[in-house]
């Protein structure tokens, strides 16, 4: 459906109109060039306030066309909604929405206006403010984390300059930050020791069977884990199954996907090559 005719129509000067429709409120319709038209309203039943509002709108639209910005501003929520929909199904797109509506939403929707104006300060003044937050929430934000949110905003900024709202040369930067070093917890080669020396001892010291059974199987999961590497979250999803199958013929992917792991480099981590498997492949040769 159409747009209603206008009720009233006032030409101020060429590309720039006052009207009113259905009902007492003006509206300002601006034409620069070949740009595209702005309709607005102004918000207002009174003809000279209104028409003083139009002039202004049309000054603004001149200074921006003339710095190469679009004539309408452009909202912060209209830009990521406009990002979110050209990610369509990426895998990435759930993090991205969920780190807008989080962190960027809540400062850029109320401290940046239009966002064809955004500049290093305001980055600058945004960085600030998520500092400021986790502090408030009793939060520890690491630089680590600052660098995973700000990719989210560089695709953000990345998006308005392809829409044509500001150039690259006046696309604001984000620079990344120096992250420290985090190293996990580990065991020293004396920590090993002490553990599976402890282990191996605590066997000899019992005489039950289930316990014994119990502390063997401990010393071995304790051997196994340190000499493979493996994950406490992929040691959880192994059965003694898994161990078997590759040597009756089953497919490393399908071991893969029996075990929940990502990667197949995993899985080939715990499928050990025997003297029978070797004379097989030495026939098929």
């Not at 679009?70 to 990521?80: D, I, Q, S």
């Not at 695709?155 to 308005?160: C, D, Y």
């Amino acid at each position: 459906m159409g747009r209603q005719p206008a009720k009233d129509s006032i030409v101020l000067r060429y590309g720039l109109h006052l009207f009113r429709r259905e009902t007492t409120i003006w509206q300002v319709y601006i034409k620069l060039n070949d740009e595209k038209p702005v309709r607005k309203s102004l918000k207002t039943d009174d003809q000279a306030e209104a028409t003083q509002l139009a002039w202004k709108a049309y000054t603004d639209a001149t200074e921006r066309q003339i710095k190469g910005q679009p004539l309408r501003r452009v909202t912060f929520k209209r830009l990521v909604d406009d990002y979110l929909l050209s990610m369509g199904r990426k895998p990435a797109r759930q993090y991205h929405k969920d780190t807008i509506k989080r962190h960027f939403a809540p400062y850029f929707s109320t401290h940046v206006l239009d966002f064809s104006q955004v500049s290093d300060s305001d980055i600058v003044d945004y960085m600030q403010w998520r500092r400021q937050k986790s502090v408030d929430q009793g939060r520890t934000l690491t630089d680590k984390t600052l660098n995973r949110e700000n990719i989210v905003l560089r695709q953000i900024i990345k998006h308005a300059v392809k829409r044509g709202y500001f150039s690259k040369d006046q696309a604001p930067v984000i620079e990344s930050l120096k992250e420290q070093p985090n190293r996990r917890p580990n065991f020293t080669r004396e920590d090993y020791k002490t553990l599976w020396q402890t282990a191996r001892k605590r066997i000899a010291e019992t005489a039950k069977t289930d316990l014994k059974e119990q502390r063997r199987l401990l010393y071995d999961f304790i051997i196994f884990m340190a000499n493979t590497g493996i994950r406490p979250s992929e040691a959880k999803q192994l059965r003694w199954r898994h161990g078997r199958l590759p040597h009756n013929g089953v497919s490393p992917k399908v071991i893969m996907t029996l075990a929940g792991h990502k990667h197949l480099t995993t899985t080939q981590r715990y499928i050990d090559v025997n003297d029978e498997m070797m004379r097989a492949a030495v026939n098929l040769v």
